[in-house]
């Protein structure tokens, strides 16, 4: 009888390093996603998985703030499949600001309730207020982390409004003050993107870029240094309103970390060409918002009627998709065609008396386009 060979002996693997309370979190949100219907999108004949983790890891240059999330041990990605030569991981966000009146550390488990993986953080009175210095302190920043983790919600993008290319000087200077501070509180927050407006005044666009400029200047050292991307839209009344000017302006700043947004509830300010504008963005464009809207220009332009006559005054509405007449079906083809791989927010903000309706059906009306990206 042959001799039986002895078993062979294997040294186990030495322990990795223990799971950290923001990993645990992140695979609890990645398990959540996979029983999730919609994980099954077809974008290009290959499965697109609806991105759901948290933000992305970086370190944090200040020794006060929260414990960044550990690039070595980055959540596991789920899925990145080519569609039209890029890579297509698509965040679905939420802009709150219809329940804004929710206690800040509460709004995670209300997100969660409505279907969201995502918040885009828009300005509040507790947190960041519009074109006033934030008023959160950093104890309030690590609970809020906290209750995102708890929750399985991660922030998008932190979106401040801030006069930083206003033609005074003194408001620019504050501007830029309180741009700092909510830099810092996007860094504490494990946040890498930030959103926002050209602002300025479209009847003085050469001293509000010049303003503009100065303020970039002033910036974007900080904006590198904790390693967030700046994402900027035109908006109605801004220094400049069209998307292709828009576009020009920032490949002009020539910077990695500065990208274009598109917001569909725009579209009649800022050109009425969603393909030409998305075309011509290409990889620039990482954000969309969503959000309906009436065509201010249609019927001689009198849809409105504003009063005085001749007034300046610009009128839009962010409705649910449906209410208006922003061509969608046009849009999501364009952005499936320009390999979109960012975020998409909804950002309603006309029915606070039904937010949650709303939401939810922003939520599910976003779910079925992106179901005919194939």
């Not at 290319?165 to 860094?187: F, L």
């Not at 990695?256 to 009425?272: D, E, K, R």
Request: proline share 8%.
């Amino acid at each position: 009888m042959a001799q039986q060979a002895e078993p062979a002996v294997t040294t186990p693997p030495a322990p990795g390093p223990k799971e950290t309370d923001g990993q645990t979190a992140q695979r609890s949100r990645t398990l959540r996603l996979l029983a999730r219907p919609e994980v099954g999108v077809l974008l290009g004949g290959a499965a697109v998985l609806v991105h759901s983790l948290s933000g992305s890891p970086r370190a944090s240059s200040a020794h006060l703030r929260a414990p960044p999330l550990d690039r070595r041990h980055p959540a596991p990605t789920l899925a990145r499949l080519p569609v039209t030569g890029r890579h297509t991981l698509v965040k679905i966000s939420l802009d709150p600001y219809m329940i804004r009146h929710v206690p800040l550390l509460e709004l995670p488990a209300v997100v969660a309730e409505l279907g969201y993986e995502w918040i885009e953080l828009s300005p509040r009175e507790d947190f960041i207020p519009f074109f006033r210095h934030p008023r959160v302190d950093d104890a309030t920043v690590r609970k809020f982390r906290k209750a995102l983790d708890s929750a399985g919600i991660g922030v998008s993008s932190v979106l401040p409004l801030f006069r930083w290319s206003g033609p005074d000087e003194n408001a620019r200077q504050a501007a830029v003050r309180y741009w700092k501070r909510a830099i810092r509180i996007t860094a504490d927050l494990g946040v890498d993107s930030m959103i926002s407006e050209l602002n300025g005044r479209p009847e003085d666009p050469d001293r509000s870029e010049a303003q503009f400029w100065k303020s970039m200047d002033d910036l974007l050292p900080l904006l590198e240094q904790e390693g967030i991307r700046l994402t900027l839209e035109p908006h109605p009344d801004d220094f400049i309103e069209n998307g292709h000017d828009a576009i020009n302006l920032i490949r002009g700043i020539n910077h990695p970390n500065v990208s274009f947004l598109y917001c569909a509830p725009h579209t009649f300010h800022i050109g009425n060409d969603a393909p030409g504008i998305i075309q011509y963005a290409g990889d620039l464009l990482t954000h969309v918002h969503l959000a309906d809207a009436l065509d201010h220009t249609a019927s001689s332009g009198n849809r409105y009627i504003l009063n005085p006559p001749g007034t300046s005054a610009r009128i839009h509405q962010h409705l649910d998709i449906g209410q208006g007449e922003v061509d969608f079906d046009e849009l999501f083809r364009e952005l499936c065609a320009n390999g979109f791989d960012g975020t998409l927010t909804a950002c309603v903000f006309a029915w606070e008396e039904r937010a949650k309706e709303s939401s939810v059906l922003m939520r599910k009306k976003i779910d079925e386009y992106l179901a005919t990206w194939s």
